[in-house]
């Protein structure tokens, strides 16, 4: 009997541990331009737009998604290493292009931090409504102007965090958007842990949909 009861516990923890394991990230929606391929000599700028209550998860985020995108053969530079925490968010349009293409970026990978709550059901709201902008700029800045600010308004106190995040890939010498999607995440243990599920999550889509190749 207390084998019977040793093998039960062992298979329910087994059981608990493979649940845990699983992905906390969902895809919420994606989209991805006729003929979007990223091509593999491309010079990509990840740029993590949060604000400054979320400077461990900006940094995580730039990180480990441009050490993937280098996994994967493409050449990815953060963009606090290459201009600063908030080196181009002072800029016009204009002068922040120039600088970025100076530096021989041809694409930017965005990533943005739509909604942060604390309640007891996901609420869409008007998240997944708006079009996106499909000029990378005109993107920058209308993260800043419309979703900075009310990310951070107070939620329903609860058990449960999520997360939604929206990646955006542009190819910068034609302002053309070639892929975006957004994301879901339940109760990341870490800022880290929700930078590796987002990013593993995002470039297994892209590359489903064509958008890298390995």
């Known amino acids: 009997m207390k084998t019977f009861f040793k093998t039960a516990a062992l298979a329910i923890f087994a059981a608990f541990a493979l649940l845990t394991s699983c992905s906390n990230t969902k895809l919420l929606s994606s989209y991805a331009a006729p ?4 091509p593999k000599s491309s010079k990509v700028l990840v740029m993590a737009m949060m604000g400054d209550q979320d400077k461990k ?30 080196a181009l968010k002072s800029l016009d349009e204009k002068t922040a292009m120039k600088k970025i ?12 931090l739509l909604d942060k709550t604390k309640e007891s059901s996901y609420k869409r ?7 996106y902008p499909y000029r990378f700029w005109g993107y920058y800045n209308h993260y800043y102007s419309n ?3 009310r990310i951070y308004t107070p939620g329903y106190i609860s058990d449960d965090n999520r997360f ?14 070639l892929y975006s999607a957004k994301t879901k995440t339940f109760n990341p243990s870490s800022p880290k842990a929700l930078a590796s599920e987002f990013t593993k999550k995002l470039l297994n889509d892209m590359y489903k949909n064509g958008v890298i190749a390995d």
Do not use: C, H
């Open 101 to 112: 293409k100076d530096q021989g970026f041809d694409g930017a990978f965005t990533i943005a």
């Open 35 to 38: 003929n979007s391929k990223l």
């Open 147 to 149: 979703f900075y600010g």
């Open 57 to 86: 998860l900006r940094a995580n985020m730039e990180k480990i998604m441009v050490e993937s995108l280098q996994d994967r053969g493409i050449n990815a530079g953060s963009a606090i290493e290459e201009f600063g925490i908030d």
């Open 125 to 131: 709201g008007g998240i997944g409504i708006a079009p």
């Open 164 to 177: 939604i995040l929206e990646g955006s890939v542009y190819g910068l010498q034609a302002d053309k958007l």
